[in-house]
């Protein structure tokens, strides 16, 4: 019974998700997942994109094919087997440890004609960490942004259910 409540706790949603706002050309979505684990583990389980992201929400089909690299200029990019790739974001800000801020459109938003800030911090919190993560998207989406925010909040909400059950499997250090 306290190995099922154990895995409960390691697939349940994030400490709160929400749509913050959203209008037709823009939406603001915010997470807030605390973890048990140091703010370093966090970090850098986070920066581990392929171990965490789920295949089902990537152009190859493979997690594997990510990468994030933090360092300003970097890329969370994905390859294609056969060649090509795709840019998902640029790393544009780092704080190692701390704070990284991404610019990009995430999936299909890359063709409505949006851009997107990504803003993830880590802080230090009594037991462990708190990973928050912002991203905001506008621009000219079709006049339809406001329908695609519950889309791409249930796709990022996911993610970091994913992201929260990597980062606490991690080693303690």
């Given at each position: ?77 994905e390859r294609f087997p056969k ?91």
């Amino acid at each position: 019974m306290r190995y099922l409540a154990g895995l409960a706790m390691l697939v349940a949603t994030p400490a709160s998700a929400d749509v913050v706002g959203a209008s037709s050309n823009g939406f603001e979505l915010a997470y807030t997942v605390n973890l048990t684990v140091k703010p370093d583990v966090a970090y850098s389980a986070f920066a581990n994109v392929p171990a965490w992201w789920n295949a089902d929400h990537t152009y190859s089909g493979d997690s594997k094919n990510l990468s994030l690299a933090l360092n300003p200029g970097g890329c969370f990019c994905e390859r294609f087997p056969k060649g090509g790739g795709i840019e998902h974001m640029r790393v544009t800000y780092v704080d190692p440890g701390k704070r990284i801020v991404m610019t990009g459109s995430l999936g299909p938003l890359l063709y409505d004609a949006t851009s997107g800030v990504m803003d993830i911090q880590v802080k230090s919190q009594a037991g462990g960490s708190q990973l928050t993560l912002n991203y905001r998207a506008a621009g000219f989406a079709k006049g339809n942004a406001a329908a695609s925010a519950p889309l791409v909040d249930k796709v990022l909400a996911d993610q970091l259910r994913r992201y929260r059950a990597f980062a606490v499997s991690r080693p303690r250090t």
